[in-house]
T-cell receptor, first 113, second 112 residues
């Protein structure tokens, strides 16, 4: 398996624009996680899915953020409208169960100017 | 109180020495514990996991867990300059949010 695949690797956008981040988890993994990493706040969980169903979205900072998982092999994280404070590295990760290790994608570095 | 706490460092050790990285957690219901390594500009990669009290060894790495003290540590023997990275402690809880909660990481510098 190629591992968790994220796209794009880098995204630069202007404030107010819509941004969509994409993730393909490892095949057979039932859990998918979206994390955000900044120097100030470290690695924060935004939302996670179990069998394509959102389980906990309490980490989503505000209504501008939304995430979907239409099938077992694809998930998106959308920010609309984007703001400069959304600049961070966004990681997608997947795991077999809730109690096993999570494997991370390469991340998307988002810069909002 | 943060759920998972780590000293941010940097922890500086000479090449060949033992590096000791520590982590404490607040939720007594935590049941699985992980150490990840993250090089600058890269994604976290798993080094070790531990579920039971005691020590678990894998090559130069030893994870230690003490649930009574809510403490988990990672020892790196014969440290190499290539071990220089940020080490993230992650904890999974049995109740509430069933996803890994990460500490802020400890930056390790191994001096040649």
């Amino acid at each position: 398996d190629a591992g968790v695949i994220q796209s794009p690797r880098h995204e630069v956008t202007e404030m107010g624009q819509e941004v969509t981040l994409r993730c393909k988890p490892i095949s057979g993994h039932d859990y998918l996680f979206w994390y955000r990493q900044t120097m100030m706040r470290g690695l924060e969980l935004l939302i996670y899915f179990n069998n394509n169903v959102p389980i906990d979205d309490s980490g989503m900072p505000e209504d501008r953020f939304s995430a979907k998982m239409p099938n077992a092999s694809f998930s998106t994280l959308k920010i609309q409208p984007s703001e400069p404070r959304d600049s961070a590295v966004y990681f997608c990760a997947s795991s077999l169960t809730s109690n096993t290790e999570a494997f991370f994608g390469q991340g998307t570095r988002l810069t909002v100017v | 109180q943060k759920e998972v706490e780590q000293n941010s460092g940097p922890l500086s050790v000479p090449e060949g020495a033992i590096a000791s990285l520590n982590c404490t957690y607040s939720d007594r219901g935590s049941q699985s514990f992980f150490w990840y390594r993250q090089y600058s500009g890269k994604s976290p990669e798993l080094i070790m996991f531990i579920y039971s009290n005691g020590d678990k060894e894998d090559g130069r790495f030893t994870a230690q867990l003490n649930k009574a003290s809510q403490y988990v540590s990672l020892l790196i023997r014969d440290s190499q300059p290539s071990d220089s990275a940020t080490y993230l402690c992650a904890v999974n809880t049995r109740t509430g949010r069933r996803a890994l909660t990460f500490g802020s990481g400890t930056r390790l510098q191994v001096q040649p």
